[in-house]
């Protein structure tokens, strides 16, 4: 372990996702650690995710995309995440570890990820999205029956 703050970048940051699809663009954060996920991988050199091949996906979406936002403006927050095509649901007992809350974005269906992603992450009050659509994946090692199938950016 070590202080993020210590070091000018990593090296390999190696973690997995709820869903990947064919551009290597990822929603993750199902266990609510999407924001420090982000800041890991955006210092990372090279991001490998490693997941089963039940996360491939063609189309982002089918997996509920998390949103960590700052407590207060949950509610408004919720509205614009409608407004933006989803159906927001407050995961209830849940506060992550910079003591914000998660809304858990269901029924989207994410044809451009990088233009969702920037869109939620610009609504005031959201701290970030779990679409890792800017900085996906460098590698991906899927699982698979018959072995790993290791697909390279």
């Known amino acids: 372990m070590f202080d993020l703050n210590e070091v000018d970048s990593l090296g390999i940051y ?3 996702a709820d869903e990947i699809n064919g551009h290597m663009q990822m929603i993750k954060g199902g266990g609510a650690a999407l924001t420090r996920e982000k800041i890991i991988a955006s210092v990372a050199e090279k991001f490998i995710c490693i997941a089963d091949a039940s ?7 089918k997996f509920p995309l998390p949103v960590e936002v ?7 927050v ?13 995961r209830q007992n849940v506060v992550t570890d910079n003591g914000n ?6 029924g989207m269906e994410i044809l451009d990820p990088i233009a969702l992603e920037n869109a ?16 996906g994946a460098d ?15």
């Not at 996360?55 to 979406?61: A, F, P």
């Not at 700052?70 to 408004?76: C, D, E, F, L, N």
């Not at 090692?141 to 697909?151: A, E, H, N, S």
């Open 55 to 61: 996360k491939q996906v063609d189309i982002l979406g």
């Open 120 to 135: 939620i992450n610009a609504i005031p009050g959201v701290v970030t999205v779990g679409l890792f659509a800017n900085r």
């Open 70 to 76: 700052i407590p207060m403006a949950r509610s408004a």
């Open 101 to 106: 809350v998660i809304l858990d974005v269901y």
């Open 14 to 16: 190696v973690d997995g």
């Open 78 to 90: 919720a509205r614009q995440l409608v407004k933006l095509g989803g159906r927001p649901e407050y």
């Open 139 to 153: 590698v991906a090692l899927i699982g698979t029956p018959d072995g790993v199938k290791t697909i390279v950016k």
